[in-house]
C-alpha cells in the first residue's frame, strides 16, 4: 500500500551528525566520480567538487584526460584517473564505497565501453548513483543492471527512458512498481521531486527548492551530495539519500532569498556550512 | 516619425518576473555562444559566462578546443564544442533559443567560415546576437544576412562599417533609417547607448552606465546577458532586449560607488543578486 | 626519559613574530615543493599554495608538466619546473631553505627516480619534508637517507611501513626510539598527532584540530605551511615545526565553528589572517 | 642640486581623477605585456591582471603559448599572443600606450630574441617598462637602448647590474648619475623603494609598504600597475609612476592591518576599490 510522505529538516538533521572525533578521512568514505567526455566536463568537474565539499573523506575522479587540468584549477582535493585507463580504475573501484557513473558521460561508444566496464567490476556492496546519459544508456542498449546499491537519479524524460512509462502515466504507482522491479532507489527529479526508496512502501516527496535551480548542472551537483552522503553517513542508506536531496534543494532556497538564478557551484561552496548548521 | 526614449527601471522589473514554479531548466532557454580563437579566448568566456548567469537554462560555448579548459576552469556550467565541428553544431542549432556570434572570433578565414555556417544554418524563430568581428565580417565581405532575428551590437566604429554611416553623421534618424533596412535589432554601443528596436519607432537610449565601464571585455559581457534574458523572457522581445543592456549598465554603476573600474567578470558575478532585486 | 607536552597557542605566538621591515623577498625564505604525478597533482598544488600563503619569500614547484596550468591557475605566485628535468632542479636545489617531498609523487619507477635524485643532491643544513608516498618508497625500497635536517610527516600507516612499528604498538617511546635512529623530526599524523624533534626527548601532542580536517588533501597543505615557517622562522626549527601543526589545525578549529568540513583550500586562504592575529 | 622628497597620498589624489564620462575603452589605453616563459608564467599573468585591474582600457599578454589557458582561468578579460609570433607582435605594437617587457621572462635565448626584437620595433612615443630578467639581460648583452620612454624597475641586484655600481654604494647621488645617462625613469626597489624621474632633480623616496610585501611575483605586481597608470593618467608621467609606486605599497599596507604577507594577487583586487577611494 502506497504512502507519500514529504521529506523534513529532521531527518536531514537526524542523518548529518558530528562527526566522531576518532577518526580519518578513511571514516569519511571514498567516492569515485566517472563522467566528463570532452564536450561536458563541467558536469564531472562539478560531481566531484560537491563531493569533496560535503564531506567524503577521498574523492577520485575517473574522466577524460582533456578535463584534469580544469578539475584541477578548481578543485585541488580531488585525485584524477583517465575513465579509459581500465587498469587504473579497476585498481582503485575495490576501494570505493560509493560510485557516481554518467554525468557529462555522453551517450558515444567510448561512454558505452566505460559504463559496461564499470557495471562489470562493481560489488554488491558498493553504492553506484548512475545518473543523466548512463540512464540513456542503459535504456537505449537494455544493458542488464549490475549487483550493486543502485541509485537511479533520471529526470523525467530519462524515467520514461528507463522505466517505459510515459511521461504523462507517471503516477507514483506506476513508478513505484518499476523501481521495485529494479530493485534500485530511484529519485525522479522534477519540480517536486519524488524518491522511491527499495525496501520502502513510501514515496518520498522533496517540498523545498524552486525554479531558481532550473539551470544547467543542477542535477550533476546532486549527485556529488548523494556521493558524499553516502560515503560518510552509512547508518541508514534511505534516510542519507532523503538528505541530501534536502539539502541540495535549501542550499538552493537559502540563497535564492537573494539571486534570481542559484547556480551548482554556488550551492557546491555553501555545502559546508549548511551542514554545520544541520549538525550543530 | 522617430521618437526618443529612455530605458527605465521600471521596464526592467516588467521583464524580470518571479519564475514560475512548475517549470525545468528547458523553460529558461537554450543559448550557443559562438567564438573566441585562440588569442581571444577570454571574450567568449565571459559571453558565456554572463548567459549562465543571467539564468539561461543551457548554455553551450562553441569555440577553439584550445579555451576549453580556461571556460571550465571558470565556468562548468557551461557545456563546449568546438567551433570548427560543423556537424557537431549543426546537431546543437536546432534546439537553441538564441545563439550569440562575434566575441573573440577574430576576422581571419576561419572566423569568416564558422560565421557562413551558422548564417546557413540558423534558423527564422530564432535570435541571433551578432556583435564584434563578426560585424566587421559581414561588412567586409558583404555577407548576405539570414532569416532569423537578428540583434546587431556594434560599437560605433563597427556600426559605421555595417552602416556605411560615417561616425560624425550617427544621427538617430540616419541609424534608424540603416537598422530599418537591416530589419533587425540595433544596439550602438556609445557612451549613451542607443537602441533601435524592430517593428517600432522609438529609439531607445540607456540612461545608465559610466565611463568605469570603459574596460576590455564589456560587449562580450553584455552579449551574454542578452542571450540569457532573450532565451529567458520570452514575452517581448524588445523590453527583454531594453532590460539586458539596463542591467548590464547599472550593475556596473552600483559596483562603481566603490570601484574605480568595473571589469565583465564581476558584473556577472553580481547578476543573480541584481535579478532578485529587479524580481522581488 | 620520555616526556610528553602539548603545543600552545604562546609557542605559535613566539614563533610568528612581526616581520622585521629592512628585508626582501630572500629574507624569508626559498621553498622548492616536489611531487604531483599526473594523477595527483592537486596535492602538490595545495603544498606549493600553503607554502606562499604562509609567507616563504620565493616559492618553486617541481611537478609533472602537466600541473603546470592548473597550479598557475590557482597560484601565480609560484615558479614551476618538470620534476623530471634534473639538471633544471639540480640547478635550482643550492638556494633552497626547505624542500618538500612526496606529496602527490605517487610509488612508481618516476616518483622513485626523482626521489633518489633528490636525495643524491640536498644539502645538510637545508631542511627536507619527506611526506607521503615519498615515505612509502623509503620504507618499500630502503633507501639510505640523506644528510639534510629531516622531517617526516607520515600518517600512523605510513610510519608503521617506515619505522618497522606495528599501528597498534606505537607507543610514544616505541615512536621515539626510531624516530632518534633516524636522526630525524618526525611527526605521526593521527587523531592527536604526535611530533617527536630531533634532540629532544619531550614528545608534543597537538591538542588542536578536529574531524572536520579529515578530508584529501590535509595532509598535503601540512607539508606546505612546515616549508613556509621553516623557511621563515629560523630561529629555533622545532618550535617553527610545532607552530606549523598548531596553526595548521587551530585554523580549521576557527573555521569548524561554521562548518562541517573544512578544505586545505580554505585553510591556506585562511593563513595571512590567522598569522597577523599570532604576530599582532 | 639632489634632493630627496617623499611621495605623498596627495600626489595620488591628484593623479588618479575622476573618469571624464564622454569616453570609451581606447581613451583609457592600450598595454601589451611580455614575458613569461614556460616556468616564470604566473609572472606575466600577475602583470596583465594588475594591468586590467588599475584600469587600463585594453590589454593583451604576450607570452609562450603554455601560459594562455591559465592566464584566461584566471583573466578573461585580456587578449593574449604567442610572443615569439614576432608577425603578430609587431602588427600589435604600434597601437599601445604602454608595453611591459621582463615579468618571467628569463634570461635565455628566446628572452634575448624577444627583448631585442621589442626593442627594435617600440616607438619614441610609448613608455616602455623593463623588469626584472629583462634588465639582466640587458645588462649581460650590453644591449643598447631604444628611443622609447623608458621606465627601468630593477630592484638593487638587478640595478647593480645595469648601472655598475655596487648595492653599497648605491647612494642617491650614484644612482641619479647613470640614471641621467640612462636617460630614464628608474625605480630601485628596496626597503624604501627610490624613484629617480626623467628630467626631475628630485628623488623620490616611498613611504609605505612593509615586509609583508617581501613575497614572490610583488615586482611583478608593481609593472601592471604602473602600465595601467601610464596608458591612462597621461597628463604628467612622473606623477602617474609615483602615484603607481604608492598606490601597490598602500593597498598592501590595508591589507597587512589583518595579513602577515599580502600576495600580489590579493593586492591586484583590491585595485578597483583603492583608485575609488583616492578619486572619491
Known amino acids: 500500500m502506497l504512502k507519500m510522505q514529504q521529506i523534513t529538516e529532521e531527518i536531514v538533521r537526524h542523518v548529518i551528525q558530528p ?7 578513511g571514516t569519511f568514505g571514498r567516492v ?3 563522467g566528463g567526455n570532452t564536450h561536458f566536463g563541467g558536469a564531472i568537474i562539478m560531481s566531484t567538487s560537491a563531493a569533496v565539499y560535503s564531506g567524503a573523506g577521498l574523492v577520485t575522479c575517473a574522466t577524460a584526460p582533456q578535463n584534469f587540468v580544469s578539475l584541477h584549477a578548481r578543485l585541488p582535493e580531488a585525485m584524477v584517473v583517465d575513465y579509459q585507463d581500465y587498469a587504473a580504475v579497476a585498481a582503485l573501484m575495490p576501494q570505493m564505497d560509493c560510485i557516481v557513473i554518467g554525468p557529462g558521460l555522453g551517450t558515444d561508444a567510448t561512454a558505452l565501453a566505460v559504463l559496461k566496464f564499470v557495471f562489470s567490476r562493481v560489488q554488491p556492496q558498493q553504492n553506484l548513483i548512475i545518473d543523466g546519459s548512463a540512464i ?3 535504456a537505449t542498449h537494455q544493458l542488464a543492471l549490475p549487483h550493486a546499491k543502485l541509485i537511479f537519479t533520471p529526470h523525467q524524460m530519462e524515467w520514461q527512458r528507463l522505466s517505459g512509462i510515459k511521461l504523462p502515466q507517471q503516477t507514483p504507482a506506476q513508478n513505484q512498481r518499476v523501481q521495485q522491479q529494479l530493485g534500485a532507489d530511484v529519485i525522479v527529479k522534477a519540480h517536486r521531486t ?3 526508496l527499495a525496501n520502502s512502501s513510501t514515496v518520498w516527496q522533496n517540498p523545498v527548492g524552486s525554479a531558481a535551480m532550473a539551470t544547467g548542472g543542477m542535477g550533476d551537483c546532486l549527485t556529488g551530495i ?3 552522503f553516502l560515503a560518510q553517513f552509512t547508518q541508514n542508506r534511505g534516510q542519507s539519500i532523503l538528505a541530501a536531496i ?11 532569498k537573494q539571486q534570481y538564478v542559484t547556480l551548482p557551484t554556488q550551492i557546491i561552496t555553501a555545502l559546508p556550512h549548511f551542514m554545520a548548521q544541520m549538525a550543530g
Chains 1, 2, 3, 4 share one sequence.
Open 32 to 34: 569515485m566520480t566517472i
Open 19 to 25: 562527526r566522531q572525533q576518532e577518526s580519518h578521512k
Open 194 to 196: 519524488e524518491i522511491y
Open 226 to 228: 548523494l556521493a558524499g
Open 246 to 256: 534536502y539539502s541540495h534543494s535549501k542550499i538552493s532556497d537559502n540563497l535564492a
Open 136 to 138: 540513456t544508456l542503459i
